[in-house]
């Protein structure tokens, strides 16, 4: 490291420290902390909910990817894109979750079943969220050790302590203060300034790398493979293990089913203006992606061309001995391509990484501490609590449960062995709660017949079936024949199974989802608590019966909903097509190689170029919207995540919710089933 590089490093740490001395101010309640008063709108949301994907852990996970699979995994993952983008436009769950009002899925839980279960789903939710976290820091700090040119021990008072320890606990102090000063609205407005720097810096270290390495040697590297396990022809890499097209077909399924389940980013799902600007903000979160993703495969390929070039064998030898002196192998796996980056980057280049890098921990680290803590107090400790707390009182009591999720990831990363790929370890962690979760919250958003039985029978058949996947891959590590993916999948196919026939089976009274929703009649309790209203309480769909658009999209919106849509047709017409072609007249490795030139590298870098520029104008724009908003919104004490009777406690206290109209309409339903 040099002094430009440290300059980069440091400036990126002064930063995130200025923005959460200064943010401070604005969380004046509950719903500030954990929502952001439920005030951002959608470049906002976009940026900060992005950076999450930056962190070192992140790139290590998708270099693991590239490094074992090279660009072939890729032309598979084109094939679900139109789908699940569809999905998105038409909001799928996300719509619907907003309008309920809920600050956490738990909350949401006791309002469409009981309390009992949002105890046991909040738990649960917790106890997967510890662990699928509990990865990150530990990763991210031995990732920085090499970055920042440490030595791998340090010897103190006679013991020696690997130096990831250490810095590991400064990071988490850090993310500490970042999400101790201002709840979400730090993280948010940290996560956007980084997201802001760090599309700058993407352009800058692409550049630079391509300067550095020709495609000709790139493609040369990729192109020398076994038979059956290519890095650049998908139909000739169906021996690759684990990462391939059924990885891909699995997650189709797991991505449609787990839609918003996962809790790592939940006070982004609760903090838009409206259901409709969150809807936006994940639209354009998918666009404001590519230029990170060209990034990483950049890096990628760079960095497996220095290992295996001939030209570069010598100097490739002082990587490999840097790796071999890593004692557990699968962390040797996750540390190659890191390594090989720290002995090639020069000078600027590295610093810019770093700040890239530690940028990206920031942000993702404070996000996840935030989430994981927020969910133990509100769906855990605040559904047991008779008398309520005070709004000084919940803050801290968010505030020390954020603290202990810290030092249970501090301890968890030092003496846990992984012994998984990264990506395989967060999908099978992930469906101990997403298993049974995807199917309670899609049965009970959009099913007025899913009963309370019939979610506890999905949650505990998804926990059982997940952990006892984790205990044998524990023991027989790398032999057990299936991987964290198979396993997520057949959890998920069971748990939606059993919690179908239990809820058929247990249903008395179909549920009065236009309360929970605060639709039709009830939509006057959204003007009482001072809601943003859209032009259509419901999803009527007009042209979107293809896409998704409805009464609330303006032509800016379809604008980008339809660009989308169509970049995402025309990558999934190339597969299609393409696929069809090669079977006909199969394309030689040079055609192969060109095709990955322009898609997997050109393409993207004008991607991150236009994104870069689009984006800083929209996070600059709405972040300081967020604080003229903040500044004149009048805080409600009773909104603090609080259910009484299957309603949010501040609906409560309103008179529109015992009005004449309403209480008519409830009346009618209920003399309706009591004739049926």
């Not at 440490?150 to 010897?155: G, K, R, V």
């Not at 988490?172 to 720097?197: A, H, W």
């Not at 980056?341 to 770093?354: N, Q």
């Not at 846990?416 to 962690?429: A, C, E, G, Q, R």
Request: one cysteine or more; a neutral charge; glycine letters at 10%.
């Amino acid at each position: 490291m040099h002094l430009l590089d440290w300059i980069l490093v440091l400036g990126s740490l002064i930063l995130v420290m200025g923005i959460g001395i200064y943010t401070q101010q604005y969380a004046k309640s509950v719903a500030d902390f954990m929502s952001a008063g439920r005030v951002a709108r959608r470049y906002l949301l976009a940026v900060g909910r992005a950076e999450m994907q930056a962190g070192a852990v992140i790139y290590v996970g998708a270099f693991e990817v590239l490094n074992h699979s090279g660009l072939s995994y890729t032309w598979w993952t084109w094939l679900p894109r139109p789908i699940l983008l569809v999905v998105a436009i038409f909001g799928f769950v996300i719509y619907r979750y907003r309008e309920t009002r809920a600050m956490t899925l738990g909350q949401f839980f006791e309002i469409r079943y009981s309390r009992n279960l949002r105890l046991f789903a909040g738990s649960l939710g917790f106890f997967s969220g510890l662990l699928n976290f509990g990865i990150m820091p530990v990763i991210g700090a031995r990732v920085m050790v090499y970055f920042l040119g440490f030595s791998p021990e340090l010897h103190v008072w006679g013991f020696t302590v690997p130096t990831y320890i250490p810095l590991m606990a400064l990071f988490l102090g850090v993310n500490l203060f970042v999400t101790l000063s201002g709840g979400i609205i730090t993280i948010m407005m940290t996560n956007c300034v980084e997201g802001i720097v760090s599309q700058i810096l993407y352009l800058v270290l692409i550049f630079g790398l391509l300067h550095m390495f020709s495609w000709t040697q790139i493609s040369a590297t990729l192109s020398d493979q076994p038979a059956g396990q290519s890095f650049i022809n998908p139909f000739d890499s169906f021996q690759t293990k684990d990462f391939n097209i059924w990885l891909v077909l699995m997650g189709i399924a797991g991505s449609m089913y787990g839609t918003m389940a996962w809790q790592n980013q939940s006070a982004y799902n609760s903090a838009p203006l409206t259901a409709h600007e969150g809807v936006m903000g994940n639209l354009l979160g998918q666009w404001r992606g590519f230029g990170q993703a060209a990034v990483i495969v950049v890096l990628a390929v760079c960095a497996m061309t220095y290992l295996r070039d001939p030209a570069y064998a010598a100097k490739a030898v002082q990587v490999h001995a840097d790796v071999a002196r890593i004692d557990n192998p699968q962390t040797q796996e996750q540390m190659e391509i890191p390594i090989a980056i720290t002995h090639f980057l020069p000078e600027g280049l590295r610093g810019a990484l770093c700040a890239v890098l530690l940028l990206g921990l920031f942000g993702g680290d404070s996000s996840h501490l935030h989430s994981w803590g927020s969910l133990f107090i509100q769906d855990v400790v605040l559904p047991l609590r008779r008398k309520p707390f005070t709004p000084h009182q919940h803050i801290w009591l968010l505030r020390w449960s954020i603290v202990g999720v810290a030092l249970f990831v501090f301890f968890f990363g030092i003496f846990f062995p992984l012994v998984d790929y990264i990506s395989m370890w967060w999908t099978v962690t992930m469906s101990i709660y997403i298993g049974g979760a995807g199917a309670v919250i899609i049965g009970g958003l959009y099913w007025k017949k899913a009963t309370t039985a019939g979610a506890w029978t999905g949650f505990l058949t998804g926990f059982f079936l997940s952990m006892a996947g984790i205990t044998a891959q524990q023991l027989y590590g790398k032999s057990f024949p299936l991987n964290g993916a198979q396993i997520s999948f057949f959890t998920m196919l069971i748990a939606v199974g059993s919690y179908v026939i239990v809820s058929l089976l247990t249903c008395r009274e179909d549920f009065n989802l236009d309360r929970m929703l605060h639709r039709g009649a009830y939509a006057e309790i959204n003007r009482e608590l001072g809601e943003v209203t859209e032009k259509s309480t419901g999803r009527k769909v007009t042209w979107g019966k293809i896409i998704g658009y409805d009464h609330n999209f303006t032509l800016g919106d379809k604008w980008i909903a339809g660009g989308l849509f169509a970049w995402m047709m025309i990558f999934f017409a190339i597969t299609v097509l393409g696929s069809l072609w090669y079977f006909i007249a199969p394309w030689p490795v040079s055609v192969w190689s060109e095709f990955w030139r322009v898609n997997a590298i050109i393409i993207p870098v004008i991607m991150a170029v236009i994104t870069a520029i689009w984006f800083t104008w929209g996070g600059i724009f709405d972040a300081i919207d967020l604080f003229r908003r903040l500044r004149t919104k009048r805080s409600n004490p009773l909104d603090n995540g609080a259910v009484i009777n299957h309603h949010n406690m501040e609906e409560n206290t309103l008179p529109e919710v015992e009005s004449p109209v309403i209480a008519k309409i409830e009346n009618s339903s209920r003399s309706r089933q009591e004739v049926l």
